[in-house]
């Protein structure tokens, strides 16, 4: 008897669970439009989004956590970059600065994302990283970073390919190699 | 009846119930606009690579095995199917930006030359969609050419 009234436990369970998966779906989406309304009555009253600078902060985070190989660190960085970008204050951009950020924006927060969601592949955190360089550099440069910047290159990472990095430092710190050559590069340009 | 039988009796009306939920297909039939084959030049040989080893979770028509019939078997599959199209549709290719198509690329070749794709558990039971040594250099060589000629028009 307890048998049989475990398995009509069981198997109602199982179809509980099955049945959960659509009305589940429903309440996600009924929840979409309220944090839809979240960020615009914030940028309304209280702050603006986010600015350059929190995309080069999270941007930097990821890079200085691959430069001493901590995957997870980066992870971190790179699901704070995609919140940047989701909220991320286009108002405050011109004409000309908005045309480059909507060219990047869906990849490079795509880029973000693969960095978020792959701690433990480090190296593939660091390919995702390396167009996230590029796409944050050509950003960078119509719309100011408002803080010392420097374009380094490492002529070594993907076997002699080369890629490029942005810098809040002087000093070499490699993130492509990490550990490995951490001094490996060369300051490319500066930007202000 | 002794437990045993009553469980495995449960267990089986589970089982047969549980063949009445099925996902939806993912099939489409027409070629559409937005396919990469209408984007890009992709020569036929290329074209037969990709539809046997990579359309069946990155295009919008799947190839249905036996075993999507029999659950949970063709849950699993959709759920790859889902997470497959979200990461690259080959049918929807047009739609991607140009840096996302570029970025896109960038990927499928990595991913071809680690070995991470095609996903082991599939080729496991799609021998037909491991890809051979040529079959890498094949597409290998066509991504490359591809990228390039991007690069020359931006």
Known sequence: MKTLIFSIVLSTMFFAACNNGTPKNQTADNTTPATAEGPKTKGGSIETGSSIKDLLNSYLKIKNALTKDNDKDAADGGNEMVKTFDSFDKASLTAEQAKVYNDIVDDAKEHAEHIGANAGNIEHQREHFETLSQETYELVKVVGAGQKLYVDHCPKYNKNKGANWLSETKDIENPYLGKSMPACGTVKEELN | ?154
């Not at chain 2, 996903?119 to 060589?141: G, M, Q, V």
């Open chain 2, 1 to 154: 009846m002794s437990r045993i039988k009553i469980g495995l009796l449960v267990l089986s009306v589970v089982i047969i119930a549980i063949q009445f939920v099925q996902p939806a297909r993912n099939q489409n039939r027409q070629v559409l606009d937005a396919d990469i084959t209408r984007l890009y030049m992709v020569p036929e040989n290329v074209k037969a690579v990709l539809k046997t080893s990579c359309y069946d979770c990155h295009s919008n028509n799947t190839n249905y095995p036996w075993y999507a019939n029999v659950q949970p078997g063709g849950w699993w599959l959709a759920s790859h199917i889902k997470k497959g199209k979200a990461e690259l549709n080959f049918d929807e290719f047009r739609n991607y930006s140009k840096r996302r198509r570029q970025s896109k690329l960038k990927s499928i070749a990595s991913s071809i030359e680690d070995g991470t794709m095609p996903l082991p558990s599939y080729t496991l039971i799609h021998k037909n969609a491991k890809l051979s040594k040529e079959d890498k250099t094949l597409l290998l060589s066509w991504v490359k050419k591809t990228r390039d000629s991007l690069l020359l028009k931006n």
